[in-house]
């Protein structure tokens, strides 16, 4: 920190994003990226834009969000694209947490909630998930707190059915709920459908998982216009640039190109079986996943260690180091192939470990 740092951020912890190591070609299944391209549509239309990139790009997303509002459902001033959904996080913890509207969230769920009320100084409780990791709908009825909830939770995989999530809503009719739902197009319910029915709900959601783009950045919040203006005021007190031109248009390619979005979710929810059923075979526990990454642990092989091994080998996976889930890895669903990589080095410590 240098001495001109402000004080206010004395204390700030970044977020750590998942390792993204040059040294070698990786087998990387640590940043649940999907392992499959953009879409056709998504590349050319993104090439196309990029012969523009003298001017600035449309502010309102104009054309992406027409695209997006007709193909979901709902009115284009319910929506708002943001730069990767951590951009349409971040204005929520802005707009809608102070101090008397603290926040709330798991104690273990997406790392960047802390880091975010730590970033905008507003306190914040974390709830404790059950001994499975399963959210306990009770912890949060009428809590009077900003609600943040990961559906599916990260890094367990878990959902939460919508009734769970209705409950939530109806009991803190003054406050904001937030479902972030990075993973909800790999086997979980939406709650996208109810923001006409709640107005204290945000559901964000990303283009950077199911749909191809995570080095794109393209984010989306949905809600009641009214929280939509809030968001929009907050976006243009920072950047109102803040979806580049190339990604408004690779993101009018990728809705464009839906069927290929929905292929390749099928495909992943097939490799997460087989992923889960090899593990399984070789003595890992894991949590009912339905996102793009498997949460595993073997009760007889340290989970740090084997992040390391796999990364000397040349396969990336994920390790926390909270007390909690050090035991774990997250391992993100990749192609057949990769996964084959994976099962096979695992094989491989297990057995010279004499496991
Ligand atoms: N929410 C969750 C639960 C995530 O795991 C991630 C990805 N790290 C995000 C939001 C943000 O993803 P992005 O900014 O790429 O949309």
């Keep these: 920190m240098s001495r001109f740092f402000s004080g206010k951020y004395a204390h700030l912890e970044a977020y750590t994003p998942g390792e993204q190591p040059k040294d070698m070609q990786y087998t ?32 309102e997303c104009t054309a992406l969000t027409a695209e997006f509002a007709a193909l979901y459902g709902i009115a284009e001033d319910e929506v708002l694209f943001t730069n990767g959904s951590d951009d349409a996080l971040n204005f929520c913890f802005m707009a809608f947490c102070d101090d ?34 399963t959210v306990n709908v009770d912890d949060y009825i009428g809590i009077g707190k900003t609600i943040f909830i990961a559906n599916p939770n990260a890094p367990t995989g ?22 972030d739902e990075a993973y909800v197009d790999f086997g979980a319910q939406s709650a996208v459908g109810l923001i006409h029915e709640y107005d204290n709900l945000v559901v964000t959601q990303t283009f950077s998982k199911s749909r191809s783009l995570a080095g794109g950045r393209l984010g989306m919040a949905m809600a009641d216009r009214e929280l939509i203006r809030d968001l929009n005021t907050l976006k243009y007190s920072t950047n109102p640039y803040n979806v580049s031109s190339m990604t408004q248009a690779a993101g009018i390619g990728v809705l464009k190109d839906e069927e290929y979005t929905r292929k390749n979710c099928a495909v992943i ?21 339905v996102s793009n990454f498997v949460f595993a642990k073997h009760p007889r092989f340290d989970g740090g260690e084997l992040y390391i091994k796999l990364k000397e080998r040349g396969v990336l996976i994920r390790h926390f180091t ?34």
């Design 158 to 179: 878990i959902a939460l059915p919508l009734s769970d999530i209705e409950r939530i809503l109806r009991s803190n009719p003054d406050n904001i709920v937030i479902v």
């Design 28 to 59: 990387k299944l640590n940043t649940n990226e999907s392992p499959f391209p953009p879409s056709d549509k998504a590349q050319s239309f993104a090439a196309d834009a990029s012969k523009r990139l003298q001017l600035y790009c449309d502010p």
């Design 269 to 289: 929810a097939e490799n997460r079986a087989y992923l889960t059923q090899q593990l399984e075979k070789l003595g890992f526990e894991h949590t009912d996943s």
């Design 100 to 133: 008397e509207h603290p926040a709330a969230f798991a104690d273990i769920t997406y790392g960047f909630y802390p880091v975010f009320t730590q970033l905008n100084r507003v306190p914040y409780e974390e709830i404790p998930l059950s001994d499975d990791f």
């Design 322 to 355: 909270k007390e909690r889930i050090k035991d774990y890895n997250r391992i993100t669903v990749g192609t057949k192939e990769q996964l084959d990589i994976l099962l096979d080095n695992i094989k491989d410590i297990l057995s010279e470990a004499g496991v």
